[in-house]
């Protein structure tokens, strides 16, 4: 599923909101596959397509929330997006 996603033409989605969303369901695909750098790099794709979905979507929020809190040490763009995020809900 995540490779079938991977190959869709994003430029061809009128909508950034629509785009956003494909990368951040994309990104749960990788993080269901444990593939931290693909996941952390879909969402920040995804931010840059438009920072709303990414910020106001519990969809969003849910594979952030996991990958900050399941390793050790997480990429540093990841923390610095869940922080993003974080302070963008309160």
């Known amino acids: 599923m995540a490779r079938t996603a991977e190959n869709i033409d994003l430029n061809a989605t009128p909508c950034v909101?629509?785009?956003?969303?494909?990368?951040?369901?994309?990104?749960?695909?990788?993080?269901?596959?444990?593939?931290?750098?693909?996941?952390?790099?879909?969402?920040?794709?995804?931010?840059?397509?438009?920072?709303?979905?990414?910020?106001?979507?519990?969809?969003a929020r849910s594979p952030i929330v996991e990958l900050a809190e399941g390793y050790r040490r997480p990429p540093q763009g990841l923390l610095e997006l869940a922080a993003r995020v974080l302070k963008a809900r309160v």
Request: hydrophobic share 45%; with cysteine; glycine share 0%.
């Open 17 to 59: 909101n629509r785009r956003a969303q494909h990368l951040i369901d994309l990104a749960y695909a990788h993080v269901c596959h444990n593939d931290v750098n693909a996941a952390v790099a879909a969402l920040l794709a995804s931010e840059r397509h438009s920072s709303e979905p990414v910020t106001f979507n519990t969809a």
